[in-house]
T-cell receptor, first 114, second 114 residues
Framework: AQSVTQLGSHVSVSEGALVLLRCNYS??????LFWYVQYPNQGLQLLLK??????LVKGINGFEAEFKKSETSFHLTKPSAHMSDAAEYFC????????????FGKGTKLSVKP | NAGVTQTPKFQVLKTGQSMTLQCAQD?????MSWYRQDPGMGLRLIHY???????DQGEVPNGYNVSRSTTEDFPLRLLSAAPSQTSVYFC?????????????FGPGTRLTVT
């Protein structure tokens, strides 16, 4: 069975600092991995996804994530935080099979200080 | 395209009442799903559908019913509301591509059961 663990329910950074949000996965098959962002009172929006084509995945708004099989990790990074990055971020793994249901982590809330 | 739409945005129910949360998409997606989001729990899958006439249970299906008579609509029914069903509900649809396709989320319905 697949699962996802996000380390840290809250992360706070200063504007201009590096953003690092951690995600570790468990999967018995090669995983499809996703990062979604949720701005306050909105639905989720896809940031990026890993589908085995390349281990470094670039997404929207300057975010990227690196798939590391040896560490079973898919951490999300951004070199320089902006105030508009304040949101909740969810890592998810596809459950496989023809359905491919998503299994979400519990989320990490990112705060950006001026 | 309107994308994924949900109604109502907010709802307050008394224990034991029933209601239907509406979800519609205009992207001709075969796969649709319902999640509930609770603080610190991430998103949990309630029910999903891989096409008209086909539905299946997710992780937390108890107390909810679904049907899929058309490709566009995927309503979620609460038969007898309970306080434990107080949550934010999201509907999503997925583009073709199976397990690695992007899911598009609606804006959510915030439900309170008293």
């Amino acid at each position: 069975a697949q699962s996802v663990t996000q380390l840290g329910s809250h992360v706070s950074v200063s504007e201009g600092a590096l953003v690092l949000l951690r995600c570790n996965y468990s999967s018995s098959v090669p995983p499809y991995l996703f990062w979604y962002v949720q701005y306050p009172n909105q639905g989720l929006q896809l940031l990026l996804k890993y589908t085995s084509a390349a281990t470094l995945v670039k997404g929207i708004n300057g975010f990227e994530a690196e798939f590391k099989k040896s560490e079973t990790s898919f951490h999300l990074t951004k070199p320089s935080a902006h105030m508009s990055d304040a949101a909740e971020y969810f890592c998810a793994v596809s459950g496989g099979g023809s359905q491919g249901n998503l299994i979400f982590g519990k989320g990490t809330k990112l705060s950006v200080k001026p | 395209n309107a994308g994924v739409t949900q109604t109502p945005k907010f709802q307050v129910l008394k224990t034991g009442q029933s209601m239907t949360l509406q979800c519609a998409q205009d992207m001709n997606h075969e796969y649709m799903s319902w999640y509930r989001q609770d603080p610190g729990m991430g998103l949990r899958l309630i029910h999903y559908s891989v096409g008209a006439g086909i539905t299946d249970q997710g992780e937390v299906p108890n107390g909810y019913n679904v049907s899929r008579s058309t490709t566009e609509d995927f309503p979620l029914r609460l038969l007898s509301a309970a306080p434990s069903q107080t949550s934010v509900y999201f509907c999503a649809s997925r583009e073709s591509g199976g397990a690695f396709g992007e899911q598009y989320f609606g804006p959510g319905t915030r439900l309170t059961v008293t």
